[in-house]
């Protein structure tokens, strides 16, 4: 198991690609809130959201960077740490029955990253900072951790400038990705994550 690990911006997904390609291994992408939103006909249970209260409305990525203090975020960060951990057991899975390796795109290991940038940017409260990082220690001992992590060590400039070249709205438009915010992000990775990540695995 291989994952490609870095900030916003960095490169993860074509050097993924590129690793699954080259050794025959089996790809993992981000996963996407639509796992969670869109049932198996296409329905979009966020286009309801307008019907329900504020405290039971969606939030994912796009709805985050438009408004970073929107009520349920905190549930979003945790809700990407399920997903992150969902996939993780899918790739293991595949592993294990097939005996092809697979290379994903970040992990569960370090949705923390996120989560711990979010809450000193006051996105989190202390409250759910704490309870996320209360499930976390109960859930994640329970996987095989990765074997190899490989990190895209990519400054802010240039991160911002391949942000603004790839044009996504939600991105372009949001007050979330400055410049600080992006260097948290890379601190937070390179003092807690890969110090952690790296007493056991390749990195």
């Known amino acids: 198991m291989i994952v490609v690990e870095g900030n916003i ?55 985050f960077y438009e408004d970073p203090h929107n009520i349920n975020v905190a549930s979003m960060q945790l809700q990407m740490y399920e997903l992150r951990f969902e996939r993780h057991v ?35 409260s202390d409250i759910a900072w704490k309870m996320y990082h209360k499930c976390r220690y109960y859930t994640l001992h329970q996987l095989l951790k990765p074997h190899l992590v490989i990190y895209l060590d990519t400054p802010s400039d240039i991160l911002l400038q391949r942000i603004r070249e790839r044009n996504r709205p939600e991105e372009v438009n949001s007050k979330v990705l400055t410049k600080a915010y992006l260097d948290e992000i890379e601190s937070v990775y390179k003092h807690n994550y890969l110090r952690s990540i790296r007493k056991k695995q390749s990195c």
């Open 9 to 63: 911006g960095s490169g993860k997904s074509a050097l993924a690609k590129t690793i699954a390609d080259e050794f025959e291994l089996k790809h993992f992408g981000e996963p996407s809130f639509d796992q969670l939103y869109v049932d198996d006909c296409g329905f979009d249970y966020r286009t309801i959201d307008h019907l329900l209260p504020p405290a039971c409305r969606s939030c994912d990525i796009k709805k």
């Open 90 to 124: 899918d790739a293991l899975v595949h592993m294990l029955n097939t005996g092809q390796g697979v290379v994903l795109e970040r992990s569960c290991y370090s949705d923390f990253v996120f989560a711990d940038t979010m809450h000193k940017f006051g996105y989190i």
